[in-house]
């Protein structure tokens, strides 16, 4: 099945710093969404994109919408220990399915 | 409160023996879906349905089925013809928006153990 990359596949950083990673695909989609997933939990929404060139915020995280609609990018300022967590985007593919595509994760780990 | 449920957290069973792992949601979304996340990897698309008593295959539907026959439920079953059953299954739904459907919801998931 198809997959999104996505990039890095892990970081470590310190309390305070500011984190970026993104996804790109080779196909486009309708819509883009990131989430945040704890260890033995299930992924929970952080941002949905809607429209090509979107910027949106929530609160330290600001994600973008590509405006190729092949790629997005999340960004956290000041990230703090409780950032920790393994992070996905999804991409909505354009065809009559409408499903979502899942990026391969990148697992942050944040040092106090 | 609403939201999507699923049972048990961890579920152990023998080699050989099928298991359904429970999905109930009371969002009043009209799409269900059930994936399956392996260590470090991302979510693979088992089985979804986007309307009750039809569902689809996802992109690793062997050794697994499903029912919809109502809207807030959405079991999986794990036969015995899939190979390597022990994994973390997630279901989630989404609301259908005119043709398309809207951001997906995540349950807790399962983790199912086959010894």
């Known amino acids: 099945g198809q997959q999104l990359n996505q990039s890095p596949q892990s970081m470590f950083i310190q309390e305070g710093e500011d984190v970026s990673m993104n996804c790109t695909s080779s196909s486009i989609f309708n819509t883009w969404l990131w989430y945040k997933q704890d260890p033995g939990e299930g992924p929970v929404l952080l941002i949905a994109?809607?429209?090509?060139?979107e910027l949106t915020s929530n609160g330290r995280l600001t994600a973008q919408f590509g405006i190729t609609r092949k790629d997005s990018f999340l960004n956290i300022s000041a990230s703090i220990p409780s950032d920790v967590g393994i992070y996905f985007c999804?991409?909505?593919?354009?065809?009559?399915?409408?499903?979502?595509?899942f990026g391969t994760g990148t697992r942050l780990k944040v040092l106090a | 409160d609403g939201g999507i449920t699923q049972s048990p957290k961890y579920l152990f069973r023998k080699e050989g023996q099928n298991v359904t792992l429970s999905c109930e949601q009371n969002l009043n979304h009209d799409a269900m879906y059930w994936y399956r996340q392996d260590p470090g990897q991302g979510l693979r698309l088992i089985y979804y349905s986007q309307i009750v008593n039809d569902f689809q295959k996802g992109d690793i539907a062997e050794g697994y089925s499903v029912s919809r026959e109502k809207k807030e439920s959405f079991p999986l079953t794990v036969t015995s013809a899939q190979k390597n059953p022990t994994a973390f299954y997630l279901c989630?739904?989404?609301?259908?928006?005119?043709?398309?459907?809207?951001?997906?919801?995540f349950g807790p998931g399962t983790r199912l153990t086959v010894l």
């Open positions: 999804a991409g909505q593919i354009t065809s009559g399915t409408y499903k979502y595509i």
């Open positions: 994109l809607y429209k090509a060139g």
């Open positions: 989630a739904s989404s609301m259908r928006s005119g043709v398309a459907f809207n951001e997906q919801f």
